[in-house]
């Protein structure tokens, strides 16, 4: 008997995934690590949250209706609100109003609605604003609060974080190290750094959710976390008074929040498996290579724009093999 194909009329059955569904699954997923963020900065950790995810709002809005000169309203999809989400989980909870508002014009003028708005930017927008915010402002953005500061905003006591004591310790100060959090105190998050990179298990909550809903795979996330703690490991090795081991690689600065939901943007991350596999192993490389031999104490941000640039490649690199496609012999 010989086999047919049958295309019958629409409606055809699909998955039920929408990019709405999407972004607010993803949301969902960054509630953890934001109550964290209220736990350990207060007032400051709502304000910068609140004013970053306000202004990305706004700017999307006013830029495709009054810019763009389009009717559909792009705001309800959520992805300018995981923008000011992510944006504001990557500053530190004492920056003022009017650099947060900077930064959320930046991330969604410039990185996302100049190259035609969501699923266009090849670079993931957040990231974008953090990085320009970071250059345009390096004392305000590497001041950071001590936790435990619920009621202070703007007057807020400052402290080193613990990618400030590892960067010294690079540089010689070889009590550094000893100057670190404990492992746990790491993984829950009572230290200094960005409001919302600093609870590792409230982030790992998030990450579970996120792979129980099929929103990502475990591709990127693992295989960054993976490579950094190898290469961390490596290092600490081969000299343990100079280099931090391997979890402290992996539970300080904002490597979690990255691996977890920056490099996983749909629209700037690969679509193969194999491709993913490339992309977070050269992320986490370029991360530990950063933060070890760079001038910067965190290398993430960093990391994953250079391997957004590279996603192209990487896609073009890592075809599936076509439907019916019959293996060449060599």
């Keep these: 008997m010989e086999n047919k194909f049958i295309v019958s009329l629409s409606p055809h059955v699909h998955s039920g995934d929408s990019v709405r569904k999407n972004m607010y699954g993803v949301l969902i997923a960054l509630v953890p690590a934001f109550i964290m963020s209220l736990v350990f900065f207060g007032l400051g950790a709502l304000v910068v949250t609140a004013t970053s995810v306000a202004a990305c709002v706004f700017f999307e809005w006013a ?32 920056l003022p109003i009017w650099i947060i508002i900077i930064g959320a014009l930046f991330a969604i003028g410039v990185g996302k609605m100049s190259f035609g708005g969501l699923g266009n930017n090849p670079f993931n927008p957040a990231l974008l604003g953090r990085v320009f915010l970071l250059l345009s402002f390096p004392v305000q953005m590497t001041t950071w609060p001590e936790v435990g500061q619920l009621m202070t905003y703007m007057d807020a006591t400052t402290a080193a974080t613990p990618l400030a004591l590892m960067s010294s310790a690079i540089h010689g100060d070889t009590s550094a190290l000893q100057q670190l959090p ?64 391997g979890f402290v690689q992996l539970f300080t600065g904002g490597l979690m929040l990255g691996a977890i939901f920056m490099a996983t943007d749909y629209a700037t991350s690969p679509m193969s498996h194999k491709g993913m596999l490339i992309y977070g192993v050269s992320i986490g490389v370029l991360t530990v290579i950063i933060r070890l031999f760079g001038a910067y104490p965190e290398g993430m941000s960093f990391a994953i724009l250079i391997m957004n640039a590279f996603t192209p490649l990487i896609n073009n690199y890592c075809k599936p093999k076509r439907f019916g496609e019959v293996a060449k012999k060599k």
């Design 63 to 94: 830029i495709v209706k009054f810019l763009m000169k389009k009717d559909t309203c792009t705001v309800c999809d959520g992805s300018a609100i995981i923008t000011g989400v992510l944006l504001a989980f990557n500053l530190p909870s004492n």
């Design 182 to 245: 404990d492992v746990w105190q790491l993984f829950v998050g009572n230290n200094g750094g960005c409001i919302g990179e600093v609870s590792v298990i409230a982030l790992l909550i998030g990450l579970v959710y996120m792979l129980c809903r099929k929103i990502i795979t475990w591709h990127i996330p693992v295989s960054i976390m993976v490579t950094v703690f190898v290469f961390g490991y490596i290092m600490h090795f081969a000299d343990p008074t100079k280099y931090a081991n």
